[in-house]
């Protein structure tokens, strides 16, 4: 599910690695730029931020308590799996990291050529192209990095990330009726998927 990926591997992941990319946006809506970057080391608690800010909105990941996650750090140390490629880009406006996007290697050693999406934005940095550009960017990023397809799943109620995953070319796969139950309705599991390198 998105937004519920592994942040804690992104500190193992960046260690060992040099910054590899950086791209910049220009946000007609904001009349501002954004910078899409790989998040390193530093980046850490920023990016734990804006996943526990989305878990307590409790409206798009099924992880609904963001009381129950540990600290960030702490937990990110005792990463149990550092094998799996983990690739994390996050977005900066004037300096604020104001969201991050995902691709975590899939966990059975059969589909290592797969990954799963999890992408967040702050609420009020929402609806005017920072998901768009954080795609674009770790959409890149994965295919350099082997990956050849992503998958995603989100609640059927979160229509603006439905539309945002269509218009970059996601399909949806799949259905899962009634898996989640959120403030007393049932929710609809969607599953998709993008292909993004040759088989
Ligand atoms: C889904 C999400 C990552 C999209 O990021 P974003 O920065 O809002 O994305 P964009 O602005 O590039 O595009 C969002 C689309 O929704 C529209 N939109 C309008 N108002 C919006 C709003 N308040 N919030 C989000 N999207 C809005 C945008 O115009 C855009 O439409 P388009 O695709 O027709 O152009 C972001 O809304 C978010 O973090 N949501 C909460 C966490 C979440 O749902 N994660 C994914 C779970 S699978």
Same mark, same amino acid.
């Given at each position: 599910m998105c937004g519920r990926t592994r942040l804690s591997r992104t500190l193992l992941w960046v260690r060992?690695?040099? $910054?590899?990319f950086e791209k910049h946006y220009h946000l007609a809506k904001l009349a501002k730029e954004a910078v899409v970057r790989e998040a390193r080391d530093e980046d850490f608690p920023s990016i734990w931020k804006i996943f526990r800010k989305v878990v307590g909105e409790? @409206?798009? /990941?099924? /992880? $609904?308590?963001? &009381?129950? /996650?540990?600290d960030g750090h702490e937990y990110s140390l005792h990463? @149990? &799996? &550092?094998k799996k490629k983990f690739i994390a880009v996050l977005c900066e406006i004037e300096g604020q990291v104001v969201g991050y996007a995902t691709v975590e290697e899939s966990m059975w050693n059969l589909s290592r050529h797969a990954g799963e999406l999890g992408i967040a934005v702050l609420p009020q940095f929402r609806g005017i192209g920072v998901g768009s550009a954080l795609l674009d960017s770790v959409l890149g990023v994965a295919s350099d990095e082997g990956f050849k397809k992503v998958n995603l799943s989100v609640f059927h109620t979160n229509k603006h990330a439905i539309n945002l995953y269509k218009r970059f070319g996601? #399909? #949806?796969?799949?259905r899962k009726s009634k898996q989640f139950y959120l403030k007393g309705s049932y929710i609809d599991e969607i599953l998709m998927e993008k292909f993004i390198g040759p088989l």
């Open positions: 060992c690695q040099l $910054i590899l409790g @409206e798009y /990941t099924p /992880t $609904i308590r963001s &009381d129950n /996650t540990p990463e @149990e &799996d &550092d996601f #399909k #949806k796969v799949g």
